[in-house]
């Protein structure tokens, strides 16, 4: 008898297309943001929210960026609507190579591409830089997407400690040292989450051991234009002029996100030439290239002379807020947390002390503040090992003064 085939393929087709996929191995390295999973608790009417790390958006410089809009769009418009070179739109990187000069970093225009946010600079590094199993030195604690890129990529992340002050120089040379690491990197200036400041003398060190044992050091500098009462020490690019060879050994990583627009999505990376070859190659991968319609908009608004007048009136605006939080902070929760003041950027970096009985589990205390309707981020995730459960990141960027106030009241009943 004649066997009836159909019902055997029918049932290979179907356990064909059942079978669960099978995802890269690299997945099984990282977590979904801890961040983006406490946004789905927000939700709650009347939450006040210290947890995000965004720009406020009343802030913005809408009409500069309508002016920007309009020039584009009815000026030869077609070119900015096109493809582009995944470098980057040309009159940008030229203004953004002005714009790296008033920070005192000479950097031509060749000697940058443009990245769609600094992030993706970030992860350019890790395509270009990192094997798995490679050794990379980051601060503890430092950005959450960092830590998750580079794991992504399989590297094996050690935390180098820091105060208010940055990284831990002396600590950091021991390890650099000991593991012989591919890159380190740092947020020198008002840091996320810690919202430290890496003093001068610190950065020269920093500049000098890199030269010294040829080790490479990305510094990523989405902040250091939102200072609030003087400016930061310059740039560890800036100051690379001061130390033979330590340029060679340099990636710097910037952004127009925090101080024009995130929406713009428009950041750039400056590296060594043969580094920047590969990156761009591996950017043509990724997107071909950053929008050219931003990043026109962009390069016009850099023309427009508004840029400082805006910072202006952000830094004025965050430095009340920083004032008004770090102040509420000790007269509500007391000897209950421990921090320092930032001198610029968005957060503060606080650890809860234990004392008298008080909360010193910040994720336990960030639970019991959701029911009071307020939120901040638990610090632990901000670590790429040895994490420390008391501390914990408070941004000050949206919220105003009233809710600042208001906020760490409800923190103070959370306690």
């Known amino acids: 008898m004649e066997e009836d085939w159909s019902d055997n393929t029918d049932k290979h087709h179907r356990e064909r297309y059942t079978m669960p996929l099978q995802f890269a191995d690299r997945l099984n390295q990282i977590e979904t943001s801890a961040i983006r999973e406490l946004f789905k608790l927000l939700g709650k009417p009347g939450i006040i929210s210290f947890a995000g790390g965004f720009p406020d958006p009343a802030l913005f410089d809408v009409e500069g960026l309508r002016i920007a809009t309009d020039f584009v769009m009815t000026h030869n418009p077609g070119p900015v609507l096109q493809y582009g070179a995944t470098e980057g739109w040309e009159p940008l990187r030229e203004q953004i190579s002005v714009f790296m000069a008033a920070k005192g970093a000479t950097v031509a225009p060749q000697g940058l591409i443009v990245t769609t946010g600094s992030q993706q600079a970030l992860d350019l590094i890790g395509k270009t830089i990192i094997s798995p199993g490679d050794k990379v030195i980051v601060e503890a604690p430092t950005f959450l997407a960092t830590i998750q890129c580079f794991r992504l990529y399989g590297a094996q992340l050690i935390g180098a400690p820091i105060d208010a002050n940055g990284v831990d120089v002396d600590?950091?040379?021991?390890?650099?040292?000991?593991?012989?690491?591919?890159?380190?990197?740092?947020?020198?200036?008002?840091?996320?989450?810690?919202?430290?400041?890496?003093?001068?003398?610190?950065?020269?060190?920093?500049?000098?051991?890199?030269?010294?044992?040829?080790?490479?050091?990305?510094?990523?500098?989405?902040?250091?234009?939102?200072?609030?009462?003087?400016?930061?020490?310059?740039?560890?690019?800036?100051?690379?002029?001061?130390?033979?060879?330590?340029?060679?050994?340099?990636?710097?990583?910037?952004?127009?996100?925090?101080?024009?627009?995130?929406?713009?999505?428009?950041?750039?990376?400056?590296?060594?030439?043969?580094?920047?070859?590969?990156?761009?190659?591996?950017?043509?991968?990724?997107?071909?290239?950053?929008?050219?319609?931003?990043?026109?908009i962009a390069a016009h608004y850099l023309t427009l002379s508004r840029l400082d007048k805006a910072l202006s009136g952000v830094r004025t605006t965050y430095a009340e807020r920083a004032r008004i939080m770090g102040h509420s902070l000790k007269a509500t929760l007391g000897d209950a947390i421990s921090f320092n003041a930032p001198q610029g950027g968005m957060f503060f970096w606080a650890r809860l002390t234990g004392a008298d009985g008080k909360p010193d589990n910040a994720a336990e205390f960030a639970r019991r503040a959701i029911d009071k309707l307020v939120a901040f981020v638990p610090g632990a995730p901000f670590f790429a090992h040895d994490p420390d459960p008391a501390s914990f990141r408070l941004s000050f960027a949206t919220a105003d003064v009233a809710k600042i106030e208001e906020g760490i009241a409800r923190l103070g009943q959370a306690l």
């Open 171 to 296: 600590r950091l040379e021991q390890l650099i040292e000991e593991h012989r690491p591919k890159l380190v990197y740092l947020i020198p200036t008002f840091g996320n989450p810690s919202g430290a400041t890496l003093s001068l003398e610190r950065r020269k060190r920093i500049l000098e051991i890199a030269a010294r044992t040829h080790t490479l050091i990305v510094e990523d500098d989405p902040y250091g234009e939102l200072y609030f009462d003087k400016a930061p020490p310059p740039s560890l690019l800036a100051l690379s002029d001061q130390v033979p060879g330590s340029r060679d050994y340099l990636v710097h990583c910037g952004s127009f996100s925090k101080v024009v627009s995130p929406g713009l999505r428009v950041g750039w990376m400056i590296a060594p030439a043969e580094l920047l070859a590969r990156a761009t190659m591996c950017k043509q991968f990724s997107d071909a290239h950053t929008s050219n319609l931003t990043q026109a």
